[in-house]
């Protein structure tokens, strides 16, 4: 069977709710959404990558294999067509999140123009979450438990406990 595949790159530092309503909403498109995490050393990240990577794998359980994750460094063009896929997934919250995507969506196309940029607006309801302010307001003792996955959340705590 020649399934329809996406992959869906970031850096997922945590990953939030917001990312995962946006894998479940792209399963009824496609039958399987690759979880891409970046792992670049360049970049600071409170998370490593493997904690990213297990934050994925444990909190798609229920969508068993057509929810996969994979690390990868360097282009997300040569990560795609090594895995042999040509959709890339984004999410969009707001016009601010638009200038950076075009750029990067139109960059990849000049790169490989087999490759389609899907976008996909968010949920009213996670419009605001991102990994950025998850990590502003978790040290200050703020409730992120409707933001982000119980692990992330489990793994928050314990991280901000050993400060
Ligand atoms: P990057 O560092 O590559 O931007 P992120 O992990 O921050 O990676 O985000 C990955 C993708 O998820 C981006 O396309 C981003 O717009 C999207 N995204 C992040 N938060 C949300 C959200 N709350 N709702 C919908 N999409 C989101």
Redesign the pocket.
């Known amino acids: 069977m020649n399934r329809s595949q996406a992959i869906?790159?970031?850096?997922?530092?945590p990953?939030?709710?917001?990312?995962v309503?946006?894998v479940v909403r792209a399963l009824s498109v496609f039958d399987r959404v690759l979880v891409a995490v970046?792992d670049n050393p360049n970049?600071e990240t409170l998370f490593s990558v493997k904690e990213r990577t297990a934050f994925v794998r444990e909190s798609f359980q229920r969508q068993g294999e057509s929810v996969q994750v994979h690390t990868f460094s360097g282009l997300l063009v040569d990560f795609a067509r090594e895995q042999e896929v040509k959709v890339v997934?984004?999410?969009?919250?707001a016009i601010s999140?638009f200038d950076?995507?075009a750029q990067?969506a139109l960059m990849n196309r000049s790169l490989n123009p087999e490759i389609e940029t899907f976008?996909?607006?968010?949920?009213e309801r996670?419009?605001?979450?991102?990994?950025?302010l998850v990590k502003q307001i978790a040290p200050f003792g703020g409730d992120v438990s409707s933001l982000v996955p119980p692990p992330v959340a489990a793994a928050l705590e314990q991280k901000l406990a050993l400060r």
């Open positions: 869906f790159p970031g850096s997922f530092d990953l939030t709710n917001g990312h309503d946006l970046l970049k997934l984004r999410g969009l919250r999140d950076y995507e990067m976008f996909l607006m968010t949920r996670y419009s605001y979450i991102s990994s950025t």
